[in-house]
């Protein structure tokens, strides 16, 4: 839990890449998605999927892990029940969060990499602001494969490709965070 200087306006929840892959909390994704939220004056909670660092239990394909994200989220509401949540997550986490959302209901969404192909063809899409961000040198899900997808979705979120960023965004965290900071600050906020 990183909270802002001064009280929250809001509560931000960040899930992390595939548990099988190395994925943890302290992804340099997931940390950077982190200090966005911070930026915007959000209280921030980062954790580790069931079976990751010192976690207990073991990966369960997806379903186990959008029951972690949504235990952590009724833990933000809980505690700042009054502040909006946003969601965000990156490659793996990014597919947890978009599937949290239909039932948490954020006030907005951010999806880092999503991976589309854990995707259910028939899956309704949250209804909320939703920055979807990618990188064009993407190795592990191809771009077009996401364009694709999401052409036929039909309105949905809003995509930001940063051009020369791969599957981890080597070498362009700073553009991930002014695109995260940019789409969901508020009008009258000045970002740095």
């Known amino acids: ?26 992804n340099k994704v997931v940390s950077m998605l982190s200090r966005s939220f911070l930026a915007l004056g959000a209280a921030v909670l980062r954790f580790n999927f069931r079976g990751v660092g010192a976690s207990a239990g073991s990966y369960a394909d997806g379903a186990g892990e959008l029951e972690d994200a949504l235990a952590a989220s009724t833990w933000l509401r809980e505690r700042w029940p009054d502040l909006p949540q946003y969601l965000g997550g990156f490659s793996f986490g990014a597919a947890v969060v978009l599937h949290a959302a239909i039932s948490v209901r954020p006030a907005g969404l951010v999806t880092v990499a999503l991976p589309v192909a854990r995707i259910e063809p028939d899956m309704a899409l949250p209804a909320v602001p939703w920055l979807l961000v990618h990188g ?57």
């Open 136 to 192: 064009d040198g993407d190795e592990l899900v191809a771009l077009d494969s996401l364009i694709d997808w999401l052409n036929d979705q039909g309105p949905g979120p809003e995509l930001e490709v940063v051009s020369g960023a791969d599957h981890f965004f080597h070498g362009k965290l700073a553009d991930l965070k002014n695109g995260v900071t940019s789409f969901f600050a508020p009008p009258e906020a000045a970002i740095e």
């Open 1 to 26: 839990l990183e909270l802002p200087e001064g009280e929250p306006n809001a509560t931000a929840l960040i899930c992390h890449p595939h548990p099988l892959h190395g994925g943890t909390m302290d």
